[in-house]
């Protein structure tokens, strides 16, 4: 199939085109509902709700789009259960991060933590990240110590994310969230292909930029949504971040900015409830026009467009090596409709 970047098909079109190139996929979501097994109800209800709550796959269609644009044609079943791993380690986050972040909605429907409480939603985050390890620790030591860095990243990243009434963020401590708390899976994903399909290390490096770039963008962008969407398409309350008073990249910019306004997100949410929505209401009104939410898209598009040289780069390294099949073009084609979906969620 033809993907190139001149189709004028819309982004949605091209990723939706791209995931028929990742047929795989449906054998990887069958590795990870079978590591829901278990003989405790709670261990396999809870991570099964959080699957059919749905998702993009993101970080799984990454690992089986990378290998296949490197060469891995018919990826190995081991590269189908590091895309496993990572989907598990990524819904083990989202159940502690619900807990964490004390939400109550996910995708449109009630969190696993309002549904199933602390306890559980805690200990099925446990359970499925143990499965995770479970299914990295048959693959090589190179791939169980980048699993390793990156959930370490992982959990540093959402410690770092204090709210900014507790401590002063600046966009430089923001985007190293980012990269921690997001853009360390992407990378892993990015980089276990690669390191699956073994290519020299120039390539390994481009490709793991090219992970972690879209990655950082990928953040941006949500922090963008949280401001310029609504609850229907978003799935969860605008404006989130604000009530949070969260150290994201569009709240930065905003008190970088030096906007009056932007003041109170160093102060804890008040009491009245209604003075607080109030003030959550005024200032998405008026960040939706104003210059920061320009300022972060030009951010997440420059990142983006990075990821895709470091893209463009590995792939052009690896044609100058062997000849490169057209299935191995089409996937890498398809990488870059991941790219273009990225950022167009936002435009
Ligand atoms: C979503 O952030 C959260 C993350 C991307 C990372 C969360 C990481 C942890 C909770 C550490 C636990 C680590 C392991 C390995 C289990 P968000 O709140 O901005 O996004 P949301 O809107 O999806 O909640
Ligand atoms: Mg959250």
């Known amino acids: 199939m033809a993907l190139g970047p001149t189709d004028l098909s819309s982004a949605k079109e091209r990723f939706a085109a791209a995931l028929t190139l990742a047929p795989e996929l449906a054998e990887v979501e069958r590795i990870i509902t079978a590591a829901f097994s278990s003989d405790v ?19 799984p269609v990454l690992a089986l789009l990378t290998g296949k644009a490197l060469g891995l044609i018919t990826p190995p079943p081991r590269l189908l259960d590091i895309a496993a791993g990572i989907e598990l380690i990524h819904m083990a986050t989202l159940l502690h991060d619900d807990i ?9 429907k009630p969190s696993p933590l309002a549904k199933y409480g602390i306890n559980a939603t805690l200990l099925s985050g446990d359970f499925l990240l143990t ?14 110590n980048a699993t390793e860095q990156a959930c370490i990243e992982l959990v540093e990243g959402e ?8 401590e002063t963020h600046t966009l430089s401590t923001s985007l190293t969230i980012a990269k921690r708390k997001t853009a360390s899976l992407f990378r892993l994903s990015a980089f276990c292909a690669a ?13 793991c930029s090219f992970g972690e770039e879209l990655g950082v963008a990928f953040q941006i962008i949500d922090d963008i949504l949280d401001v310029t969407s609504d609850e229907a398409t978003l799935g969860k309350r605008a404006g989130l971040d604000i009530i949070e008073r969260k150290p994201s990249v ?3 910019l905003w008190l970088e900015s030096g906007d009056p306004q932007a003041k109170r997100l160093t102060t804890p949410p008040p009491e009245d409830q209604s003075a607080e929505n109030e003030y ?17 898209r030009e951010m997440a598009v420059t990142r983006a467009e990075t990821a895709r040289e470091s893209l463009i780069t590995a792939l052009s390294k690896m044609d100058s090596q ?6 191995a073009r089409s996937a890498g084609q398809a990488l870059e409709a991941v790219i273009d979906f990225a950022i167009d969620r936002a435009l």
């Open 41 to 59: 109800r709670l261990m396999r209800e809870i991570p099964g709700y959080l699957l059919n709550l749905g998702g993009k796959r993101i970080r």
């Open 100 to 108: 964490v972040d004390r939400s109550p909605i996910r995708r449109h």
């Open 131 to 144: 499965r995770a390890f479970g299914l990295c620790a048959r693959l090589d030591s190179t791939i169980i």
């Open 159 to 166: 410690a770092l994310e204090t709210s900014l009434h507790e």
């Open 195 to 207: 390191h699956v399909a073994q290519v020299p290390q120039e390539v390994v490096s481009q490709v």
């Open 250 to 252: 569009v709240n930065v």
């Open 280 to 296: 959550v209401a005024d200032s998405l009104a008026h960040l939706r026009v104003g210059p920061v939410i320009q300022k972060a």
């Open 322 to 327: 062997r000849s490169t099949s057209d299935e």
